[in-house]
């Protein structure tokens, strides 16, 4: 993201570079008041720009009074991405060793009053900046996701409480119209058959995957996991780490992943995240126009 930037910015931002949206994570919202929601939601809608909302969250706790909290976040979540007019969400489900979701639970403070915020750029841009973190973070996370195996400790009595979760959060994503995606992202969600697993227990239109192309666990290949999440693609994260001159990636098969979703004939949206070193936003730019090869038929972002 540019400095200078705000998230009400990034619609605009977004647009003139070519994307046709963009994903926004409850970090940068979860302490915005109904006023604020307003603004981002007229920004997105003056500049065309459709938004979709990840979720981070641990939906899988033994602690009972840690887990209602965990869904009475995704259900303000989902309260939030109604207001915004979002009909899709990424969500990850926890149990991993080292709970990231631990620490934002302790900046959220759920199930007490939010503060309200004076509507200043200076306040939204500090916070929009120091939520989203370092790059040397996110390396390190994915690094950790990719070099370990998916061995998750006491995982089926994780997977029984998750899918408990869902059900609570299944009857308002049913009211809203809005539809959410499982990623494989660490915990209960590490391998595509849990996620898969999960979905079919649940049962509902409205539950479908966020597949992205490099966070399974280094026991699981990763074609064989984006083949097997592909029919119930909601979303799909197309990340990426720097191309050559010859449009490939350094460390993914760019074109053998986008082939599965064709063959699959997804037609939801695709979302550009980079994680390499250089210019951001070019990379991002030849991600789109490669995306834009295979997908000749429609626009993605």
């Known amino acids: 993201m540019q400095k200078g930037l705000s998230i009400f910015d ?12 963009l994903e926004i994570s409850d970090r940068e919202i979860w302490y915005f008041d109904n006023n604020l929601l307003q603004r981002l939601s ?24 840690f887990r209602i909290q965990e869904i009475n976040h995704v259900r303000r979540m989902i309260d939030f991405a109604n207001k915004l007019n979002i009909s899709l969400m990424r969500i990850c489900l926890g149990g991993q060793f080292i709970s990231i979701q631990k620490y934002m639970r302790k900046d959220r403070r759920l199930g007490t009053t939010v503060k309200r915020l004076k509507p200043s ?21 994915h690094y950790l996701r990719i070099n370990t ?47 898969m697993e999960i979905i079919r ?7 479908g995957t966020c597949p992205d192309f490099t966070n399974f666990p280094k026991d699981v290949d990763p074609y064989e996991g984006l083949e097997m999440m592909a029919p ?31 063959k699959a004939e997804y037609n939801g949206p695709i979302t550009v995240e980079y994680e390499g070193g250089g210019d951001d936003l070019k990379n991002c730019g030849i991600a789109r126009k490669l995306i ?8 993605y972002f």
């Open 10 to 21: 990034l619609p605009q931002f977004a647009r003139k570079n070519g994307f046709d949206g």
């Open 42 to 65: 007229q920004k997105s809608s003056q500049n065309n720009c459709g938004l979709i909302l990840d979720v981070n969250t641990d939906l899988s706790y033994s602690n009972e009074n």
């Open 121 to 141: 750029n200076k306040n939204i841009k500090n916070r929009v900046s120091k939520s989203f973190g370092s790059r040397f973070i996110t390396r390190l996370a």
């Open 149 to 195: 195996t998916s061995k998750i400790m006491n995982l089926e009595k994780k997977k029984v409480r998750a899918v408990d979760s869902l059900r609570d959060v299944i009857k308002d994503i049913d009211r809203y119209n809005i539809k959410i995606g499982i990623e494989n992202h660490w915990g209960v969600s590490s391998r595509p058959e849990d996620i």
């Open 201 to 207: 227990v649940i049962n509902s239109p409205y539950l």
């Open 232 to 262: 119930k693609a909601v979303i799909v994260h197309a990340k990426c780490y720097g191309f050559d001159n010859n449009w490939e990636d350094k460390k993914v098969d760019f074109k053998r992943c986008l082939s599965i979703f064709k």
């Open 292 to 299: 834009l090869n295979i997908f000749r038929e429609k626009s």
